[in-house]
DNA sequence: GCGAAAGCGGACGAATCAGTCCGCTTCTGC
DNA sequence: GCAGAAGCGGACTGATTCGTCCGCTTTCGC
């Protein structure tokens, strides 16, 4: 890939802000249009880019899913299991509540990098996982699917409440569930 | 409203339950040409009956919060509190495991009537978690709603599991982490 | 500055889908 | 049976939105 000219590094900056945000706000089907709009770009200047919604859609994924795999590691590394394990359900809760596009978006993208990013977060998480259960934190009927499948429960169901503290409540509810 | 004629009765009673099955399936944007498909009859026949798509689905919503509404009032009757609450709970997240759509079109739907009845339900099941609550069967900072997100939230996170009976552990986990 | 390459963005095409309309068909009361 | 009312459904309209294209503009090495 050559370098860009510098009005089109600044237009695609500006693009990729405007995604993150409008998809955050709006979800993952929100318009290419209300993008470029936002970016102050046409919407060709989007598709120069981006040769489907999709793939804009996966550079955004791309940039938090690197971001929540980096924090992953830090929790997974701590050394009282269990306390790694709750901060980590935290801070994905606070992460997907802030954004609802990376939840929905994920699951939507069918890129194999994106893929191959959600593959090594999901063995970090497992290994969080596993080692929370080791250490008594977490129920033994469980396995890692289960509770990725109801962590994920929590944060969607975050999304639907009214009260703006609720998430708070609802992760709380959820870890004390998991609990032996 | 005159009585219909037997075949407009017998195409109507066909896109009810066309409806019914298009959106549990395909969720409460599934186009109208897919129902009218369902139903063996042409998209007009679908617009006449129902001035738009969302009187459809409103009309959907209707039967199953009527329903629901039902089961509630006697959950809510009996002599357990914690007991008639756990029990809805059970109730509620099947019928919802067969129907994804009719959680999300209740919440979309803004038709008086619909809203009416989701305020009766609501009330019903404030009752049941009320005296749950009384009997110390539920945390005291959990309202109805949060309750409703919860359990959405439950249902939701069978449909990502690949064990078919991941259902009932999440029901469980959900009921374990509301107690106080 | 200048010319070529890179980039821009609005007009356009195509697909999808809600909702309308009207000529033809089917039912029903008599 | 028959006449007229009721109903049917497919063609059509209009809105929306993804994605393409090409004439014009901007940048940048020289």
Do not use: N, Q, S
């Given at each position: 890939?050559?370098?860009?000219r510098a009005d089109a590094q600044r237009n695609l900056d500006r693009i990729l802000e405007?995604?993150?945000?409008?998809?955050?706000?709006l979800g993952p089907d929100c318009a290419i249009d209300e993008i470029?709009?936002?970016?102050?770009?046409?919407?060709?200047?989007?598709?120069?880019?981006?040769?489907?919604?999709?793939?804009?859609?996966a550079a955004v994924i791309r940039l938090h899913l690197h971001e929540l795999l980096a924090r992953a590691r830090e929790f997974a590394a701590y050394e009282d299991a269990g306390r790694g394990f709750e901060d980590f359900v935290w801070y994905a809760a606070e992460v997907c509540r802030r954004d609802r596009a990376l939840f929905e978006g994920?699951?939507?993208c069918t890129f194999d990098d994106v893929a191959a990013a959600k593959q090594e977060l999901h063995d970090v998480v497992n290994k969080l996982i596993r080692r929370a259960r080791r250490?008594?934190?977490i129920r033994r009927e469980l396995d890692a699917q289960d509770?990725?499948?109801l962590v994920g429960a929590a944060i969607e169901a975050t999304m639907h409440a009214e009260r703006p503290d609720a998430w708070r409540r609802y992760v709380r509810v959820?870890?004390?569930?998991?609990?032996?």
């Open positions: 890939m050559t370098v860009l405007a995604a993150a945000e409008a998809f955050a706000e470029a709009r936002r970016a102050g770009v046409g919407h060709g200047t989007v598709f120069r880019r981006f040769p489907t919604k999709e793939a804009l859609r994920v699951e939507k250490d008594g934190a509770v990725g499948a959820l870890l004390d569930g998991l609990r032996p």
